[in-house]
Structures are given as C-alpha cells and as structure tokens.
C-alpha cells in the first residue's frame, strides 16, 4: 500500500503519474517512486523517501520520459521506509511491479527464488512479484499469462501493476482484495487504486472485480478472470470534477474539513427524510420489507467507524428495542460467532476498502444473516458493491487522514438506520416524527458549535507540554470521548485514553495527578448529575479538568476547571454535536506542537492490508 498509478500513452507519462500520485497523497505514505520505458533511454526508474514532491524534484533533475509507466506511494508493511524498499521493484532490469496489500507466503517464495540465483535488494514481499513475473514470463513467453501463473503462486491480498521491456506497449495489471481501477482515454488508458488520481485525464472508468487481471496498451483494455462482459457496458462515468487539492483559506485540509460538516450532514440527510421520517429507499430497493425481518443488528468496523458503531448500538437497542452488538472487524473475522435469527450486518467504512471490515462481510456465511448493509463515502467500492444494501455517506473527498467529516456523516447516517429499523419495530409515529425533526436541525447546531473555535484555540494551548490526557463520557458520549482521545493521538501523538466516567474508581484515578488534563464530555442528559460526581473524583485528586457542558447545566466555574459552554441540542443528536469540539482542540493541539497535521506519521487513509 498506498497507491497506485500507471498509463499507457502516446506521450510523455511522467506528468501523469506524478500528478496521479499527488493526488493520493491523503492516504498517508512514506515513500514514492515511479518507472517508466522508452526505446531509446530503456527502463528509467527513481525512488524517493518523504513526499511527492521529493519525487517531483529528483524528475526535474533527471528528467524521466517515455510513454508507459507506472508510480506508487508506499506505506511500510514490510521493511522501514527506505529508497531500497520503495516501490516500483524491480527483476534483472526488465519487469517493474508496484503493488498494494500483502503477500503472506513471501518468505518461502524468497527462498525459492534465491535458490534460483534471484537477487533481492530489499526487505518487501512486493520485490518476490516481480522476480516471479520474470520467471514466469520467461518460461511462457507472454506477460499476461506469466502475470496470472504468478497469481497463482501468490497467498493474500494485492493490486499490481506490472511492466515488462520485453512488451513495451502493454502494462498488466491485477487484484485481489486490495482495489483497482481502469482510466479509459483516447489512445491511452490508465490503471490507479483510486479514481481521484485519474481525474485530470479522464472521467471513464471500469471498476474491476476481485479475481481479474486486466491487460492495457494504447488502444485495448482486455479483463479476463471475471464476468465475460464488454468492458463498455461496464464503464461508469463519473461527472464530479473538484480539485481537492484547493484548502482554500484554511491552513489544513483537517480544519477545512471539520468546518465543512454542516453541510456534509445537510448533503447525507437531503433527500433522504421528510417532516416525519426517513425513507425506507433510501437504503435500496426492498430495504423496508427487510427491515421489517430484522431481530437482531450486527455492526462491524474499524477505527473511528466502529467508535460511530458503539453510538449506534445504544440508539439501536432505546429505539428498535433489537440486541445490537458490536464488533472490530479484525476479531470478529478470526472467532467462531454466534449469529441470532435475521441478523443485519451493518459494515462502515469510509473508503470501502478497509481490508479486515470487507474480511467480516466476505465471511458472514451464516444462515441467520438475513442480509447486508454498508455505509460508506466512495461509490463502487468493494464494500458497497458486495453488500446487499447500501447507504452512501455524502461526506465528499476527504483527505485528511484523521477522520472528520466522515465520523459525523456516519454518525447521521446510522440514526437514520435506526429511525428506519424502529418504523418497521415498534417506534411510534410521534418518536419517530420527533428524532427525524432532532437529525434534521442537526446542521444548525453545528454551526453554532463551530462559532466557539476560538475558545478551544485557547484551552488547547494548556495541552501543548503535557504528555497523557484523560477523556471522559457517560452512555453515547462515551464512544465521543474514544474519538476525541484517538484524534488527539493520531494528529498532535500525545497519549490519550479514554473512559466510561463511571470506570474511573476501578483504576484510571491512580493516573491522576496535577499534570494530567481531564476532558469530559457533558451534555445535559439524563446521566450529567452522575458524571458530575464522577468529576469530583477528579478534582480530589488535584486533577485539571476540561469540561465540555450543556449551557444550561450550571457547571461552576472554579480554579482547576475550565468549562466551554455548547449550546443546547437534542440528547439524541449530541453525540455528532460533541464530537466537532474534541476534533477542533486535537487540531489545535497538533498545530501547537508543529505536527504533519494532515499526513500524520505511521497512519495510511486507506488501510487495505491487514
């Protein structure tokens, strides 16, 4: 991982794959590389630790060209981030290979290949592909057969893209459980993980399938191992052209994020809610005839989707009055699991490529599943392809690598299931009409949360030396204080736990001390008198506390508190209210203490490897 482009051309790919890279940059990496072919000059290939533009700088100098190549941005799996083990590999100056995901039987293959004189010069799985594909090529005589007998040898999950100098008008590429698409131009075509890295040169594209292999010159795209049907009965065009690339005013893609939700949950509830309920089709076709054989909800993620997925189980269970579990897909996937009769799976992903969430789904085999459902922000990925259902999140590119925008759309999103599950379960029409007038002025509230940016600007300075921090909630607030403990450590990497507020007695209160910051999260429902004795605990013990309160739940102001007011809302929607404060002070923080707040160290945007 992370991403890849290549293209076959008339002209000088170099601009395209680099511009193709740039535009992947949101998915977290640490080095990039690129290799292209031309008659005259053969295989040119340069490799560059840290960004793209370093990338960029070494092309200015050396000057690559040709017309067919291929590029990557790599996330270490497999060896530290290194020039040697940047992508593309390489075997014997004439196969090229970048890939994404996982070889799991690298190792024996290694050793297979050694024993046959193959030389390796790094520490990655990926370079065994392209010594494979050189063997086997070798041995057949054509690239796309040698890639597939190398397909066949191979244990995981990947996406590669494969050159050869022997076929210099033909690049191969292939995946299996790791995303790929295919640009179609005019005279050229193009193979990326991802769309957005094609857009400035066409808006065609074919989404493959998992087992295919795709062989690409200038004028031909042939797909076998899959569905013997033409590819243009399969090509999807996609008519939204923004650059991405543009913050605007803002200094960072996070906060220009975080402002945007407004009117990313405007976008994900339009259409989609009347004055007195959701719509069942906005989930698919025959949705509410499922909904109406649901007993029981299953919902699996990971990161800050399964934290959105802790929220839902509560509103599930006060609404529908169906058991809800929830599960990280990384476990659920390796235990035997007890299913109960006409259970819903309910997968989240942000990018639908998520390799452990589409692990879950592939193997919910059970027959008391009753069906599918996934929310996701990316159309015609993976997880929205495989589901049975599908309610698409609306949060608009998202390039920030911690989540924003995205965690509050879910959030919206999966109250919308639960109106819906509860309509076909027993919700009255009044609770009904009343959560879906709740969900709908949602937007407003967050604008006026938005208003008070400044004042978490200043508490977030108190933040800048200090170490640990301490994040408290009580019910569906417990799972914001998660996230708002996981922001911090993701973007400004201070140590940051967060708790069930009534868990603080049973061994959080030993870390406690004068230099650990408390922030509690405190809207006025039913559980604050609770929370606010959980406090005092705190307070005894010398701790600093941050408290995060309804206006008009009369929180004192006394030394070693600090209290930021929210305006008051609708319990039932206070978690995607509470949550644009605890992103705003881990955005402030990190900006503070001078970190990558946008492309944080070790964290990838995609994670479609194990």
Not at 163 to 190: C, K, M, W
Request: charged share 25%; with cysteine.
């Amino acid at each position: 991982m992370c991403g890849i482009v290549g293209a076959v051309t008339q002209r000088n790919v170099t601009g395209i794959l680099l511009e193709g890279l740039q535009r992947l940059e949101y998915r977290g990496y640490d080095s990039a590389g690129l290799a292209v072919f031309d008659e005259q000059a053969g295989l040119q290939r340069i490799r560059r630790v840290g960004k793209v533009g370093e990338l960029r700088d070494a092309c200015s100098t050396l000057n690559p060209a040709g017309n067919i190549g291929i590029a990557h941005t790599r996330w270490a799996t497999h060896g530290k981030p290194t020039e040697e083990n940047a992508h593309p590999h390489m075997s014997r100056d004439k196969v090229c290979v970048v890939h994404n995901g996982i070889v799991e039987n690298h190792e024996d293959l290694r050793t297979m290949l050694k024993a046959k004189d193959y030389e390796f010069t790094s520490e990655t799985d990926t370079e065994v592909i392209a010594h494979l594909v050189f063997d086997e090529v070798a041995k057949c005589g054509d690239l796309r057969n040698g890639v597939e007998n190398t397909l066949a040898l191979l244990e995981g999950a990947y996406a590669i893209a494969v050159q050869h100098t022997d076929f210099p008008d033909t690049l191969v590429a292939a995946r299996i459980g790791s995303p790929l698409v295919i640009g179609l131009g005019i005279g050229e075509n193009y193979v990326a993980s991802d769309p957005q890295a094609l857009r400035p040169v066409t808006d065609r594209f074919v989404f493959l399938e998992e087992g295919e292999v795709v062989e690409l010159t200038c004028n031909s795209v042939k797909i076998t191992g899959g569905k013997d049907v033409s590819v243009s009965s399969r090509t999807v065009t996609l008519e939204e052209r923004r650059d991405v690339g543009d913050k605007g005013n803002y200094r960072h893609y996070m906060l220009k994020e975080i402002y945007e939700q407004p009117d990313t949950v405007r976008q994900t509830l339009q259409g989609r809610i009347t004055e007195r309920h959701v719509l069942d089709n906005a989930f698919g076709a025959g949705a509410g005839e499922m909904f109406a054989q649901v007993r029981a909800v299953q919902i699996v993620a990971c990161g800050s989707s399964f934290y959105t997925g802790l929220v839902a189980r509560y509103w599930v269970e006060q609404y529908t009055g169906l058991p809800c579990s929830v599960e990280i897909a990384s476990e659920l996937r390796y235990r035997k699991v007890a299913v109960l009769k006409n259970t819903l799976l309910v997968t989240i992903s942000q990018s639908g490529e998520t390799a452990d969430t589409l692990a879950a789904l592939r193997n919910a085999t059970h027959d008391n599943y009753l069906a599918s459902l996934c929310l996701c922000n990316v159309p015609n990925s993976s997880l929205v392809r495989e589901s049975d259902f599908c309610l698409m999140i609306q949060a608009g590119i998202e390039i920030c690598v911690a989540s924003t925008k995205a965690f509050t759309n879910q959030l919206a999103d999966l109250l919308l299931l639960v109106i819906a599950l509860g309509k076909h379960n027993g919700l009255s029409e009044n609770d009904q009409q009343e959560l879906t007038r709740a969900l709908a002025g949602t937007p407003d509230v967050l604008e006026q949360v938005l208003q008070l940016d400044k004042s978490i600007e200043k508490i977030a300075e108190r933040f800048v030396e200090k170490s640990h921090a301490l994040f408290l909630g009580r019910g569906t607030h417990y799972p914001i204080a998660l996230e708002g403990a996981l922001k911090l450590k993701e973007i400004s990497y201070i140590h940051a736990e967060g708790y069930p507020a009534g868990e603080l007695k049973h061994g959080p209160l030993a870390l406690v001390d004068d230099d650990m910051p408390v922030v509690a999260v405190a809207p006025g429902d039913e559980l604050l008198e609770k929370l606010k004795s959980n406090l005092q605990e705190v307070k005894a013990r010398g701790g600093e506390l941050f408290i995060f309160a309804d206006e008009n739940s009369q929180f004192p102001e006394e030394p070693g508190t600090t209290i930021l007011r929210m305006p008051h809302c609708e319990n039932v929607i206070s978690p995607i209210v509470y949550t644009i404060p605890m992103q705003l002070l881990a955005y402030h923080v990190a900006v503070f203490k001078g970190t990558d707040v946008d492309q944080p160290r070790n964290l990838a945007k995609s994670v479609t490897v194990e």
